[in-house]
């Protein structure tokens, strides 16, 4: 079994230094290697500093990009750097080579050259090209390269982008093909997509056609970008760049390279030869106005405010070729993409609004069912893996084919017969035998329809990942409105989030609650508490606290209070073992659910943190009380203790969240307990190994009765370090109130010294103090400006 530690990455630009990044994050030993820098004076000729200094400059470039592409900063540590002249020679000790300089073929085919006569047989070698063949690339070398050979294309954030497209020549050995689709699916924690050598691969390939088809009608129904970014963006489930913010975001330069080469290498797709250049795109071209590397392209950043303080930005008018302020949408498709949440009925009356906006989803649409339709066999023999490369490289929330499964396969197929599209034939051929839909599910089990044998097939991979949409044919074992609890096989249980964003309301909380009691009295190993949406949870239920500090229903604030309190300590003092599987935001009472649990199996892609000082409260589901235990768990005999709790308090008083799990380790969300799993795919899957391992003679632990706090020393030095903040402008009046709360819960309250405390003493402290910021004006400010503006108000 081939097993990767040390991998050398060939060129530091932006893609090179991202990719040595992430290998750094999974706990690769790294190698970034580029050329001697052309303008090196003949002084510095013999420095080493100065021979990588375009290699240091380049990755230090990228540490500081936002977002980080490293989990840990200390993680660069695992890079070393080099130049081709003087360390190439050190690739012989690496596992695996991986090039990614400049996209010229006899450029590329020099390094490798040198490469293929300095690293060891057997060593894997693969490029990150996005438009030469690959094939061309490994022409000439020896048999063993050739045998260790393929295309590995990441996408750019590479950290943050999931695909991987993995592609192979003819001479690549099947075991290299299969060593990659697996390393980057468990290790890098990619969508793994095999494909054919052909021009841009899969997802440019799709990605770069949709995109030019949106341009074309864009301007022939004369919407505005703004508008076009609203309909191609959030309203079909993909992100808010939609496409002209898109467009700017990768480069015009970019971006026009890419399409000139799949109309110069692609003379048989006719849909590909009818691209066009438009007026446009061409002004863009011609001014230099590439997109954000420029500051302007189809949308130009102004000093100007509104009248609620925010930046104007112009965009540009496709017809004047002049930028103009955005104006509101009268669109009636617009109006009723916000009043859907569901996405896939949201998506299907989009589809069929008849206004220019439906106009432009349905035609475009159209137009990319017939394209998709005819790129199978040419660029993929599968409908799955065209539909995992557009979600997974461009976060569309549907793949093509998904799409049409929305709309229907018989009215996609009317609407672009209607367009004049012309649709593989295969489509009807399926239709005709009844076939009407291109993914089906059966017995839990995913399948997709293959061309081959003309029948459903299960998709390869996903038998080990858990995906809660294949449960949805059986019946759940306890529903309410805000939660599933599926039956997922071996004797566990899985609760799924199902309010708007994951909200933690009553909902929620007595289903857990329920879902624990189901467990403990019948024949169940355990429950995981996870959902394969985007967000675990944006934490509790603002509005509905709202609703009640407004009203100064405090009785009523009381008991939500105690109900989310007991909720959390009864996931901890459960009878069966609770684990939960995180990914995207765990956000408030999402981490004080998952700092409860016997477990939490997070997505490296999880973002963790108590963030309630931000809408004037503390942390009032336990996790407060959760930070003053794992304070006093961190004293040891002889600590001056002070330092630790401060370090506690500066966590939850600067609402600090972890942009990573790895992260979150630091700040005390996650301890030894816990685990990351780097594809978020597997996190349920993972969690539900977790849950059968700790079913195995589980017995629940004892409440605590011996939390050590300091009392009024340690308040002395909370408020000290509180005052500190507020000195140095980190904090307003209102954040120094909350944050004395917080050290006053920290320390157990006015207590004349060091004593110990139960769990329960904590938690009546904890909601004592988040009750009286609920009467608190300048709390009611902030948690009504974070419901009208989904940001928080610093008053």
Not at 159 to 172: C, G, M, S
Not at 377 to 383: G, L, M, Q, R, V
């Amino acid at each position: 079994m081939r097993h990767i530690k040390k991998v050398a990455v060939l060129g530091s630009g932006v893609m090179g230094s991202g990719i040595a990044c992430h290998l750094a994050n999974v706990g690769m030993e790294v190698l970034l290697l580029d050329i001697v820098p052309f303008d090196i004076s003949d002084e510095d000729r013999q420095g080493k500093s100065a021979r990588n200094r375009l290699v240091n400059e380049s990755l230090k470039r990228a540490v500081k990009s936002k977002p980080s592409p490293l989990y840990r900063q200390e993680y660069v540590n695992r890079i070393s750097t080099g130049n081709f002249e003087d360390d190439l020679h050190l690739i012989a000790e690496y596992d695996w080579i991986v090039e990614v300089i400049i996209e010229q073929l006899d450029i590329k085919k020099q390094l490798f050259e040198k490469v293929d006569n300095l690293r060891k047989p057997g060593t894997l070698v693969t490029s990150n090209t996005s438009g030469i063949p690959i094939h061309m690339i490994a022409e000439g070398f020896s048999d063993d390269f050739r045998k260790h050979f393929c295309g590995t294309h990441f996408f750019n954030p590479p950290r943050y982008l999931e695909l991987l497209e993995v592609i192979p020549t003819a001479d690549t050995a099947q075991e290299v093909v299969d060593f990659f689709m697996d390393f980057g699916d468990r290790v890098l924690g990619k969508s793994t997509v095999r494909c054919k050598d052909t021009p841009a691969f899969i997802a440019n390939r799709v990605g770069v056609f949709a995109m030019a088809r949106i341009y074309e009608l864009t301007s022939e129904l004369e919407l505005s970008i703004q508008e076009v970014d609203k309909l191609t963006g959030p309203a079909l489930d993909r992100p808010k760049s939609g496409t002209f913010r898109l467009a700017d975001l990768v480069g015009h330069d970019t971006a026009a390279k890419v399409t000139q080469g799949l109309i110069q290498n692609c003379p048989d797709d006719d849909q590909a030869q009818k691209i066009t250049s438009p007026p446009f795109v061409d002004f863009l071209l011609k001014n230099k106005f590439l997109g954000n590397k420029t500051g302007q392209g189809f949308y130009k950043k102004t000093n100007e405010k509104d009248e609620k303080g925010k930046s104007i930005i112009l965009g540009l008018n496709l017809s004047t070729l002049e930028y103009e302020p955005p104006s509101k949408s009268s669109l009636g498709s617009l109006q009723v993409s916000k009043q859907i949440d569901n996405p896939k009925r949201r998506i299907k009356a989009l589809f069929d609004h008849e206004d220019k906006g439906g106009q432009l989803v349905r035609r475009s649409l159209s137009s990319l069912f017939a394209y998709v339709s005819k790129r199978i066999p040419e660029i993929s023999d599968n409908i799955y893996s065209i539909d995992t490369a557009m979600r997974a490289g461009y976060a569309w929330g549907y793949g093509p084919f998904e799409y049409w499964d929305i709309i229907g396969i018989k009215e996609g197929l009317k609407a672009a017969e209607e367009a004049g599209e012309k649709v593989a034939p295969w489509i009807s051929e399926m239709i005709s035998v009844g076939h009407e839909k291109f993914y089906i599910t059966e017995n839990g089990i995913r399948k997709c329809y293959d061309l081959a044998s003309k029948s459903y097939q299960p998709i390869p991979g996903l038998q080990e990942k858990i995906h809660l949409d294949n449960f949805r044919s059986q019946d759940p074992v306890y529903k309410n409105d805000e939660v599933i609890l599926h039956d997922i096989g071996d004797g566990v249980l899985c609760l799924e989030f199902t309010s708007k964003m994951n909200a933690i309301g009553e909902g929620i909380l007595m289903g857990i609650n329920e879902s624990i009691t189901i467990a403990e009295n019948g024949d169940w190993q355990g429950i995981v508490i996870g959902n394969n949406a985007k967000n675990f949870t944006v934490g509790a239920n603002l509005m509905m606290i709202g609703m009640l500090a407004f009203q100064q229903e405090f009785d009523q604030l009381n008991m939500a209070v105690k109900l989310f309190q007991d909720t959390t300590m009864r996931c901890r003092y459960s009878k069966i073992p609770v684990v939960a599987a995180t990914q995207g935001y765990v956000f408030g009472g999402g981490c004080e659910l998952s700092m409860h649990c016997d477990s939490a199996i997070c997505a490296a892609e999880s973002y963790i943190g108590l963030v309630e000082v931000g809408v004037g409260l503390l942390p009032g589901g336990g996790g407060t009380k959760e930070f003053a235990l794992r304070a006093s768990d961190a004293f040891f005999e002889g600590d001056v203790k002070i330092p630790t709790l401060i370090e506690r308090f500066r966590t939850i008083a600067l609402a600090q969240v972890a942009t990573s799990a790895p992260q979150a380790f630091d700040y005390g969300y996650l301890n030894p307990k816990d685990e990351v799993v780097v594809n978020r795919s597997r996190a349920i899957s993972e969690a539900k190994e977790k849950v059968l391992n700790l079913a195995d003679g589980y017995v629940p632990p004892s409440p605590r009765k011996d939390i050590t706090v300091l009392g009024r020393s340690g308040l002395a030095a909370l408020y000290g370090a509180a005052s500190a903040l507020h000195l140095g402008r980190y904090a307003s009046d209102h954040d120094i109130l909350i944050a004395n709360k917080v050290a006053y819960v920290l320390c157990g309250g006015d207590l004349t010294g060091e004593q110990t405390v139960s769990e329960q003493y904590l938690l009546d402290v904890e909601r004592e103090a988040f009750l009286s910021l609920c009467g608190e004006q300048k709390t009611m400010e902030r948690i009504q400006y974070m419901l009208e503006n989904n940001k928080p108000l610093r008053n």
